[in-house]
């Protein structure tokens, strides 16, 4: 089976960003990567100090998941720690803020 296709990144932030003010939450860029291919990373906060950070990765069979980098919703403090983080190994690296009371992250893939 061939892997799934990634597009890329840049076009990626701005759809899920309009995907998110359709469906009536916000969503902003916290940190511009590479345009063609950065790697990125959601920030899902039900503004309540309670966040999901996910990244993209790959399953086993080579489709596009979101992993919860943390293990699930934790403290803004932490997910803004291990972002900064990423970041200092990545300098392509997106980061994409949405802010979703009912702690949605708009995205088509599965989030493990």
Known sequence: MEPTP????????????????????SAFVVR?????????????SKLNNEVLVLNQARNAKGELV?????GGWSEDARAQAWCD??????????????????????VDEAIL
Do not use: H, M, T, Y
């Open 6 to 25: 990634r597009l890329k990144a840049g076009i990626f932030v701005r759809a899920l960003i309009r995907r998110v003010e359709v469906n009536g939450a």
């Open 32 to 44: 511009s990567g590479s345009e063609e291919a950065g790697a990125i990373i959601l920030k899902v």
């Open 66 to 70: 979101w992993a919860q980098a943390l």
């Open 85 to 106: 983080k990423q970041v200092s190994f990545d300098p392509d690296l997106w980061i994409v803020e949405i802010e979703d009371r009912e702690g949605r992250a708009f």
